[in-house]
Each structure stands twice: as structure tokens, then as C-alpha cells.
């Protein structure tokens, strides 16, 4: 490789990405703009489902729509806890674990 093609490999490019093809990362900006827990709710209803979808009980498309699921039970009704501790979070990462197994059964898969 020539420095010249060195410094074209280095050019980076960046577009919009299609939050609508990767619903996954729409959650994620979702998760930031929003109160202080939801980005716990989102981590942890993520890791069950995609655990449940490693294990064949959830298709892919639906690991979005579980974490869909947790972040709006969450903005409903637990939004206005006060996130100010280790054990904050860790009282939020099991509710939003517990919702997410439980809604895993409401939830239909395209895939």
C-alpha cells in the first residue's frame, strides 16, 4: 500500500442513518434525550431480549419492540424516579429486566 492510498483509507464519510432500518439505534437517542434511567431501561431490556433471541424464543425484529415496550412503561410510570445512586440503577435494571421478560410473551416477530 502507497502512502497515498494510506491517507484515501483514511478519509472517513459519514451519513444520516436510516432510523428506520435500525430501530435499535432511534432507541438508543431516544434513551439519551430522555429522563435520567432510560438508558438503563434500554440497556437492560436489551440484554433479555437478545438473550431470548440467542436462545430462539424471540425473533430478531422483536428485540426492538421489547425495548420499545420498556422505555414507554418506563416513561409512563417511573420517569420521575430519581436516578442518584448505584442503587438507583441497579432498582431500575431489574424492573425494566422483569418487563421485559414479561412482555417478550405480548410481542409478535416479523422475523
Known sequence: MTHADEVAAERLEF??????????????????????GLPVVLNAANEVAVTAFLERRLGFAAIADVIRSAMEAYERNGAGKNVQSLADVREIDGWARGFAGRAMAGVQSTS
Open 15 to 36: 451519513a444520516h442513518p436510516d432510523l428506520q432500518r435500525f430501530p435499535c439505534l432511534a432507541l438508543a437517542f431516544r434513551a439519551l434525550r430522555g429522563p435520567a
